[in-house]
Nanobody, 127 residues
């Protein structure tokens, strides 16, 4: 069974850090671009960051540039999202998704391009 499982969410104070993990089971991530998306209550889902399969090219939502870093460890079939300087507006359920493609591209604007999704992990930034 092909699965993505997120972990690492939690409650953190403004200015704090969290590292989210997205672990794949049932398949390897080598030929997949991976995206991180988030959805806050009452808001539409938005793409936060993604990393390509071929040369690990990365893309970020403007509001997280300089604060979030995406990385991947194909040997562990895991992708990470390091989140620093967290703000209350980063509060959301964070999802990872995998898109089968061997390229330097990934997609933040269209979640429908992704083939597999995790169940999500809650991130709450509050004092």
């Amino acid at each position: 069974q092909l699965q993505l499982v997120e972990s690492g969410g939690g409650l953190v104070q403004p200015g704090g850090s969290l590292r989210l993990s997205c672990a794949a089971s049932g398949f390897t991530l080598d030929y997949y671009a991976i995206g991180w998306f988030r959805q806050a209550p009452g808001k539409e889902r938005e793409g936060v960051s993604c990393i390509s399969s071929k040369e690990r090219t990365t893309f970020y939502l403007d509001s997280v540039k300089g604060r979030f870093t995406i990385s991947r460890d194909n040997a562990k079939s895991t992708v990470y999202l390091q989140m620093n300087s967290l703000k209350p507006e980063d509060t959301a359920v964070y999802y990872c998704a995998a898109m089968r493609t061997w390229s330097n591209l990934c997609v933040l604007s269209n979640g429908g391009a992704y083939d597999y999704w995790g169940q999500g992990t809650q991130v709450t930034v509050s004092s």
